[in-house]
């Protein structure tokens, strides 16, 4: 079984910085992609950056040069710093991630229990 914990949200003034943490555990083989959504109230979950497991990484436009997403592969962590925080950026955090659990099957997604974030003054 394969468990993502997501874990640094909170509330935060306009202008502000949070970082994201998100650890998986159990039984990994090989973790490729993982990244992060974000879903605000009354809207779809949407994707806020993606890094793979060679380090390569994309973000959303509204996103691009205020987050930032990385990864520890010895820890199966991935994280998202948030820089110059936005109301709009308000929304539960969830993470995501691509592994395969062992040699002799593919690979499935797995998703954490997801984070609040609120930027509110």
């Known amino acids: 079984q394969v468990q993502l914990v997501e874990s640094g949200g909170g509330l935060v003034q306009p202008g502000g910085s949070l970082t994201l943490s998100c650890a998986a555990s159990?039984?990994?083989?090989?973790?490729?992609?993982m990244g992060w959504y974000r879903q605000a109230p009354g809207k779809e979950r949407e994707l806020v950056a993606v890094i793979t497991s060679a380090s390569t990484t994309n973000q959303a436009d509204s996103v691009k040069g205020r987050f930032t997403i990385s990864r520890e592969n010895g820890k199966n962590t991935v994280y998202l710093q948030m820089n110059s925080l936005k109301p709009e950026d308000t929304a539960v955090y969830y993470c995501n991630a691509n592994i395969q659990r062992n040699a002799w099957v593919g690979t499935t997604i797995h998703w954490g229990q997801g984070t609040q974030v609120t930027v509110s003054s």
């Open positions: 159990g039984s990994i083989f090989r973790i490729n992609a």
